[in-house]
């Protein structure tokens, strides 16, 4: 083996000290599921213009958005309101089960193998 390749071999190596531990994961982007809930009403007024709004369902995002798995339909002014007085305060309805139900309509219609998502 020339010297060349085994120092490669060296640098690729397991490195106990990296600190690649430390990086931020990726996050799950679907712009497929986004336009899919962007056809639905808004879940809190019912408006048909909706945005897709990314909800954190209680994780600590650290400044990142959270994955398009968790994204909602609402109209701007709900959009504006959740971001303004907070999660607590603004859903009427369980907002994890309706993430399930958009999520399981949206599989149901023939949309990507589940692994995709």
Known sequence: M?????????????????????????TFRAEGYLEFIRTHPCLEC???KTVAHHESLGQNMMG????DTHAVPLCVAC??????????NFWSRDV?????QLLTEYLRNGNPDPADI
Not at 12 to 18: G, I, K, L, M
């Open 79 to 88: 959009h504006d309101m959740r971001h303004h007085i907070g999660a607590e």
């Open 2 to 26: 020339p010297i060349a390749d085994r120092d490669n071999d060296a640098r690729n190596a397991y490195n106990p000290w990296s600190r690649d531990w430390l990086k931020k994961p990726k």
């Open 96 to 100: 994890r089960m309706a993430i399930i």
């Open 46 to 48: 019912g408006d048909p």
């Open 64 to 67: 990142g958005k959270p994955p």
